[in-house]
């Protein structure tokens, strides 16, 4: 860790915290501190956080310093690392207050000792599974074969279920310090019962929650909302009993040996996070068409990101610069592959370079030999929030043709698949306008320089790598861009850029472009196709949605009286009869209460409420998800 200067508490410079030291915390504290937790944590913000031997200290007050002490990961992963002097530690207010400041750590990457005894326990009896290739994900216990779960583990699941009800009923502004710390317990104990899925989405709403109270930046309300939601579906159905091993989810494991790998550049790509990290990640496709990925990501910020163009990161005894990867390829020895297929660069590693391979042949051709719609369509289908084939995260290409633009969007249309003709490809006859977007639009990097340079000519032939903007109607988010073998009206890049540019990088300038033919000069684009998700009125119940999280159950029910019969109507008017019936249902219910024998008013059930929202979101989801898949199909032609 970076010494800095000491002004106000920094979560970067506070090591992370386990979820259970946590948790035990809190659960130390007597119940009439339990109020005056929230602004404890709150007033940590105005304090200084210095260093001591092996951590750092925070100075809560008279006679109130914390000491946080980590082992040699860096993670406080026992309550003994966490200490402070007042009279009344450890069930003190300061102790407990810091411990909530920390970020969560990752119990996969930093095991406690009891879930690493609890784990070693569960798989005993069970011989490993023995693949070929490792970097893969294996089932956890009480999956394979569809098994239902366990009393232990069915107990886990209704804990998580009650402490993530509570946080849906009192929203965001209320689900501080005891509510997190009651989630945290629920996750560790998740841990221990081998329910690895519903751990990680307990641990990403926590830090969601934290995120949007603390209005972090580039932190969405509705990625809290998607993950409350698998949270909430996930705990509730193992509660149940149900036997689908995917609700179990896999033990995920840290890098693992993949024997020797041949690897060949894709493409660049910059990053810039909102957590305070920069730098720039290689994507790779492996010869056995595994998608793969090289970074080099540090704390720093847009210059960082920048600067990292051609950035030589060492991997083992090899210095790999980034710009000759991206065009290259490596034939790695003693390499290491992360589940997410990150290659590691340990000191057992050898790479010796290899000839850069077209986009058009070897194991890179495999990503445009698909129509989009048929990718697209795949990518929609995979339900498992961790599996790397999800919407959003694996990479794709198609041949496209440049019609248009509005805004910073790139209006194109997909080319029809090559023939021997020779002839130039025309668009797929009646095939969807597809959104060219930045991938990120900080001044610093080139996307949308790029992107606008791509728009000055209509009737571009180019070939594009990119993702799939899951959220958005026919919508895709380049990454690099070349040209389209055979066209003539193409890119025409430098030779040492090896038939590619790096959108992020790369500067595409007037000499790149074809010149201007006005017979290739389409029609100008007057009406672009409505972004079926965000002209629906399926906007209706992700407002009411997210105001559940946002707000809470009084919240929802006040905006129902609001809106009176003016919730349901549109979304029956246009044939969304379900989600109507489910919106109407859960807004009813956020204004249930019941009655005791002597006939006052109880408190609300928040299991009913939690199935209400549950099964709104769900539908609300699967909607959307159909729209954007259907955004993207050719409709027939005549």
Known sequence: MTDRTATAVDTDRLPPVLPAVAAAAVAAL??????????????????????????????????????????????????????????????????????????????????????????????????????????????????????????????????????????????????????????????????????????????????????????????????????????????????????????VGVLRRAYQPDGTLEVHGVCREPVISATGYAGVVTHLVAADGRQLSFGDVKPGGPDRARDCARAVTEMGAVAVNHAVLARGGLRITGTTVSPDGRLGAGKGVRATPLAGTDWSTGPLAHLFARPLAEVVTAQLATDDPEDPARAGTALFGGDLMVVGAVGDQVLARELVPATDAGRERAPVPDGPVIRLVPVDSHPMLAHVANLRRLASRPGLR??????????????????????????????????????RADLGYDEIQGGHLPPRDPAEVTEPVLAVGADAVAESPLWRVRRLVELAVSGGRRAVAEAARGDGTGLAGPLRRAGFTTAAALTTGLADESDRRGRDVFGRRTDPDPDRYAWAWLAATAHLAAAERELIRSSWTTPPVG
């Open 462 to 499: 180019v070939r594009v790598v990119g993702r799939l903007d899951p959220d958005r109607a026919s919508t895709l988010r380049p990454l690099a861009v070349g040209p389209v073998p055979g066209a003539a009206a193409t890119l025409r890049l430098p030779a040492d850029w090896h038939g």
């Open 30 to 247: 007597p119940p009439r501190l339990h109020k005056r937790l929230d602004a404890a944590v709150e007033r940590l913000a105005g304090i200084p956080v210095g260093p001591v031997d092996g951590g750092v200290s925070v100075d809560c007050g008279p006679e109130s310093l914390v000491t946080l002490t980590p082992g040699a990961t860096g993670v406080v992963t026992d309550p003994h690392q966490a200490r402070c002097n007042c009279l009344l530690a450890p069930r003190c207010l300061h102790r407990a207050a810091v411990l909530l400041a920390c970020p969560v750590a990752d119990p996969a990457t930093h095991p406690d000792p009891a879930s690493a005894a609890a784990a070693a326990s569960s798989t005993s009896g069970r011989a490993d599974a023995a693949s070929g290739r490792t970097g893969r994900t294996r089932k956890s216990a009480g999956a394979a074969g569809g098994a239902a779960p366990t009393k232990a583990q069915r107990a886990a699941a209704g804990a998580l279920w009650r402490a993530a009800a509570a946080v849906l009923a009192a929203g965001v502004p209320a689900a501080g310090a005891v509510p997190q710390a009651e989630l945290l317990r629920a996750a560790h104990g998740a841990r221990l019962a081998g329910l690895p899925r519903a751990e990680s989405a307990a641990l990403r709403t926590v830090r969601g929650l934290r995120a949007q109270r603390g209005r972090q930046n580039g932190h969405r309300l509705a990625e809290l909302v998607e993950v409350l939601h698998d949270l909430l579906y996930v705990a509730g159905r193992l509660a149940a009993g149900d036997a689908d091993p995917a609700l």
